[in-house]
Nanobody, 122 residues
């Protein structure tokens, strides 16, 4: 059974940092792009960042550029370092895996995690 499991969410004050991790199992993700999406209450799910299997291609939503960094820990893990967090970053964050960064950018993911809550207080 293929699974993506997120960890690292929590409660933080504005200006603080959190580090999200996602571990895949059940298959190798060596050839897959991986990424992070988020969904705030009452809003649609949106892509936050994505990274190619080689880590040579990355994408960031404009709202997080300069504050978030995505990286591959190994073939089956993806990490999202979130700095300078703002209340607007409050959402459930989902890990995803797909064929290409470009596919993830349009929401076309092969696998989804169950999500981890990130809450930023002012």
């Amino acid at each position: 059974q293929v699974q993506l499991v997120e960890s690292g969410g929590g409660l933080v004050q504005a200006g603080g940092s959190l580090r999200l991790s996602c571990a895949g199992s059940g298959r190798t993700f060596r050839s897959r792009a991986m990424g992070w999406f988020r969904q705030a209450p009452g809003k649609e799910r949106e892509i936050v960042a994505a990274i190619s299997w080689s880590a040579g291609n990355t994408y960031y939503a404009d709202s997080v550029k300069g504050r978030f960094t995505i990286s591959r820990g190994n073939a089956n893990t993806v990490i999202l370092q979130m700095n300078s967090l703002q209340p607007g970053d409050t959402a459930v964050y989902y890990c995803a895996a797909g064929a290409l960064v470009e596919e993830l950018r349009i929401g076309r993911s092969e696998y989804w995690g169950q999500g981890t809550q990130v809450t930023v207080t002012s």
